[in-house]
């Protein structure tokens, strides 16, 4: 069977999109590449979490395997929330790139002072680290926040490290250290989501990478219980079962934190719970400042 494999039209998610479609004809397993535009790749002149958060990018996507335009779709897994349409699958996770942050500057790093992002984690996360930058919103994809780097909009722009490996770009700058700048859940890895369907699950399953999977569903079981999605500064990361999670206030200025080794996702949920409950105050302001609904 030929399956039509749906993705946005960046750069980037055109590149993932292409490299599961060669994955699939090693395995002789015909696909074509259907392209569809979605909300976030529109609105690019609002911050994420006014227009509904990084799901914006996965809705389309999940409409479009429901009505049967489409088989699969492939995504930036932590752009997938953690509510999900009944009828779909995710069929395969792809074995994991870098999940660090990217720090690009082009003059030096002691004369940063205006860094450029759009996500709440990477803000705090600056802040907490230096109080005296300012951070400023940046959306676009990947060609966009580059060029306004160099045009001097910004001194500094950070960017999920993958996605540069991936688009065979090299930038001036820094990979950020994971246990300073705990990337978001899932960040650096790539999933295949489909109709839940055995003739369709079945082929992709091949491409799914067991451990990735495995740190993933760590990091998701983790997110599900703290909640607040990508509007809550939250950094969660666990590699080979070593699993760091936080919350942070959207300054920086007050974080909690657990560090702890885990087996199943059954206690990644143990640990969403507890942090959850150390950072509750946290969560609330952030959705409060936000002006979004407890």
């Known amino acids: 069977m030929s399956l039509r494999i749906g993705t946005r039209g960046s750069a980037l998610a055109l590149v993932q999109t292409e490299n599961v479609v060669g994955m699939l004809a090693d395995r002789g397993i015909e696909a074509e590449i259907i392209t569809i535009t979605t909300a976030g ?3 690019t002149h609002v911050p994420l979490h006014a227009i509904g958060g990084q799901g914006v990018f996965v809705r389309a996507l999940d409409d479009a395997i429901l009505r049967g335009e489409i088989d699969a779709a492939v995504h930036s897994m932590k752009d997938i929330p953690a509510a999900r349409p009944a009828g779909l ?3 395969a996770v792809l074995e994991r790139d870098s999940p660090a942050d990217f720090l690009a500057h082009e003059c030096p790093l002691d004369a940063v002072r205006v860094i ?3 996500s709440t984690r990477r803000r705090a996360q600056v802040l907490r680290a230096n109080p005296t930058l300012e951070v400023k919103q940046l959306r676009g994809n990947v060609d ?6 160099r045009e001097g909009q910004y001194d500094a722009i950070m960017l999920a490290e993958a996605g540069l490996e ?3 770009l090299q930038l001036p700058g820094e990979a950020l250290p994971t246990d300073r700048f705990v990337p978001s859940p899932n960040q650096g890895t790539v999933a295949v989501v489909c109709r839940d369907d055995p003739e369709i699950t079945g082929p992709l399953a091949a491409l799914d990478h067991a451990p990735t999977r495995l740190d ?3 990091e998701r079981a983790v997110m599900e219980e703290v909640g607040g999605g990508c509007f809550t500064p939250q950094g969660i990361y666990c590699r080979n079962g070593n699993l760091i999670a936080e919350v942070l206030a959207l300054d920086g200025s007050r974080w909690e934190r657990i560090e702890r080794h885990v087996a199943t996702p059954e206690e990644a949920r143990e640990c969403g719970r507890a942090l959850r409950e150390k950072a ?3 969560i609330r302001e952030a959705r409060a400042a936000l002006g979004l609904k407890s």
């Open 116 to 118: 450029g992002s759009s």
């Open 89 to 91: 699958a995710c069929s």
């Open 216 to 218: 993933v569903a760590i």
């Open 144 to 149: 966009t926040r580059i060029r306004k780097l």
């Open 41 to 43: 790749d529109t609105a």
């Open 166 to 168: 991936r688009l065979g």
């Open 280 to 282: 509750g105050d946290l």
